[in-house]
């Protein structure tokens, strides 16, 4: 047995565990609602005073090398398997303590009950964001406002309020730092955008983006505009849909608007791809838009219903090519150097993507080939032109390769030796 004495945190954390224990599982039938009410604000000022503990003792142990115990690369690791909380969750608690001990005011104020976890933390991260050279008089004060503002602000209130403390409290300070910051998130923004989709193969196409908070505020204002419940009615009017009984989501409202606004583009403002402008080509059977059953291609290499090809082909956006029907003259023979966008899309339709043997490059991802050059007299003609994606388009053109053409129009390439 150990004569030490024990220490007055270790043997406080005691006696609350001891204490709490004992009430643990009693029945709660006889509280009335003024003293529920009263014991929830308590608890939550105890979980903010243990929080101060937890951190305070993180801070020690870091110092005392507890990781050390079981070979541990960090202290949060430890902590993880000791507690059995996720490696997240304790590198957040850890965060947070390192926080708490560079700004002494807020880990007062989380002892006595004044803030809880999360506000702290936000606290924390919007004191270290100020910069490095703050007068001190001017630091503490930007603390005590913060730590003041949390006595009737929750933490979203508080991350936005710990961005323009500066105007606060050093408004001369504030404006110029504000520029400062923003022009750096600006730029890092830009260089970070990033967009991301891949098919489910199950009918549908997941994804996930970051773009600067500009451009994500435009895409979030059209978005709700779409999702609008007067739009959502005046989209109704005139129609045999009913009015919804129960309101959706606001996930799924802006789901469905987001494909509203992609179906809504105006392809004739949109960027050039290939000679074409950047619009889905729908190509199906005349039986099938007259109500048949066959899918129908897109030349972006996917497939959709006959059903939902008939509603697109009403759409903006959309160009509808059915087969069988009256086409367009194609040959223009010297008239134009470039393929027009009605011959693209005949290519598309005949050709299937890019032409080299064994690419699966879909059409909307080639270029248009003239077979015959145009510097040697060539024709615009869809008969001689082919689809061929950018990497076998630079190989047709490269004299280190020679082609043959079968008779499947496919081009098989040969290294010269």
């Not at 005691?14 to 009263?38: H, K």
């Not at 494909?259 to 039986?287: C, F, S």
């Not at 509603?311 to 223009?332: T, Y």
Request: aromatic share 4%; hydrophobic share 40%.
């Amino acid at each position: 047995m150990s004569t030490t004495a024990a220490h007055p945190v270790g043997s406080a954390v005691a006696r609350v565990r001891s204490v709490l224990s004992e009430v643990a599982g009693t029945p709660l039938w006889s509280m009335s609602q003024d003293e529920a009410a009263e014991a929830l604000a308590d608890v939550a000022r105890v979980e903010a005073m243990l929080v101060e503990v937890r951190s305070g003792l993180l801070i020690h142990a870091e110092t005392v090398g507890v990781q050390e115990r079981n070979a541990s690369p960090s202290l949060a690791v430890w902590h993880s398997n000791v507690t059995r909380s996720t490696k997240r969750e304790s590198f957040r608690q850890v965060r947070l303590a390192e926080g708490l001990a560079r700004h002494s005011l807020v880990r007062e104020a989380l002892g006595r009950g004044d803030l809880v976890a999360e506000q702290a933390s936000v606290i924390c991260t919007a004191l270290d964001a100020l910069p490095d050279d703050l007068d001190p008089a001017v630091l503490r004060e930007a603390t005590e406002t913060l730590v003041a503002f949390g006595k009737v602000h929750d933490a979203k209130a508080l991350r936005v309020l710990g961005r323009r403390i500066l105007d606060v409290v050093a408004p001369e300070v504030g404006e110029a730092w504000e520029a400062e910051l923003l022009d750096r998130e600006e730029r890092e923004a830009e260089k970070s955008s990033v967009f991301r989709m891949r098919e489910d193969g199950h009918g549908r196409i997941k994804g996930s983006f970051t773009v600067p908070t500009l451009v994500g505020q435009m895409l979030e204002k059209a978005l709700l505009a779409f999702a609008a419940p007067k739009h959502q009615i005046a989209n109704r009017a005139g129609t045999d849909e009913a009015p919804e009984p129960v309101r959706r989501p606001t996930a799924r409202r802006l789901g469905d608007a987001f494909v509203e606004l992609i179906e809504r583009l105006d392809p004739k403002r949109l960027p050039r791809a290939g000679g074409v402008n950047a619009t889905v080509v729908v190509t199906m059977t005349l039986a099938s838009l007259q109500g048949g059953l066959a899918a129908a291609a897109l030349d972006t290499g996917g497939r959709i219903s006959a059903g939902n090809a008939r509603r697109l082909a009403c759409e903006a956006g959309i160009v509808p090519v059915v087969l069988d029907g009256k086409s367009e003259p194609l040959d223009v023979g010297r008239a134009k150097r470039f393929f027009t966008k009605t011959q693209r899309i005949a290519m598309g339709i005949r050709d299937g993507g890019c032409t080299a043997k064994g690419c699966d490059a879909p059409p909307a991802m080639c270029h248009a080939h003239h077979d015959d050059p145009w510097a040697h007299h060539g024709l615009t003609d869809l008969a001689r032109g082919r689809l061929l994606c950018p990497f076998h388009h630079r190989r047709i053109h490269d004299p280190d390769y020679e082609i043959d053409i079968g008779a499947d129009n496919q081009v098989t390439f040969h290294h010269r030796t």
